[in-house]
C-alpha cells in the first residue's frame, strides 16, 4: 500500500512564503516522476510543478520565478518552495506520485496525497 502525506500549508499573506512537503511511503519498486496540482474552489486540478526522476523540472507559467520543486530521493520526499505567494494561489494542493510497483512489470501508478489547503490574503 502506497501513502503519500502532506504538510506545510496554512495561511499567509500574499508576499509571504510557504515550504509544502510530501513524503512517499510503503511497498514499491522505484518513484518515477514527483509533483504538486493544485484545485481552487470551483475550478478544475491544474498542474503546478512537476520532477522527473532524473531531476527535470516543469512549471506552470503562472508560477514561474516563484515557486520551486525538488525531491530528495534517499527520503522519497519532495519538496515545494512557494515564494511571493499571491491571493490566486490559494488552493487545496495535492501531491502526485507516479511509482513502478515491481521491478518486473512495465506498469507505473499514479498515486494522490489527501491534499493540504495554502490561503493567501490580499
Known amino acids: 500500500q502506497v501513502q503519500l502525506v502532506e504538510s506545510g500549508g496554512g495561511l499567509v499573506q500574499a508576499g509571504g512564503s510557504l515550504r509544502l512537503s510530501c513524503e512517499v511511503s510503503g511497498s514499491f519498486f522505484s518513484i518515477n516522476a514527483l509533483g504538486w496540482y493544485r484545485q481552487a474552489p470551483g475550478k478544475q486540478r491544474e498542474t503546478v510543478a512537476t520532477?522527473?526522476?532524473?531531476?527535470?523540472?516543469n512549471y506552470a507559467d503562472s508560477v514561474k520565478g516563484r515557486f520551486t520543486v525538488s525531491r530528495d530521493n534517499a527520503k522519497n520526499t519532495v519538496f515545494l518552495q512557494m515564494n511571493s505567494l499571491k491571493p490566486e494561489d490559494t488552493a487545496v494542493y495535492y501531491c502526485?506520485?507516479?511509482?513502478?510497483?515491481?521491478?518486473?512489470?512495465?506498469?507505473?501508478?499514479?498515486?494522490w496525497g489527501q491534499g493540504t489547503q495554502v490561503t493567501v490574503s490580499s
Open positions: 502526485n506520485a507516479i511509482i513502478k510497483a515491481y521491478y518486473y512489470t512495465p506498469d507505473y501508478n499514479h498515486y
Open positions: 520532477v522527473t526522476g532524473v531531476g527535470t523540472t
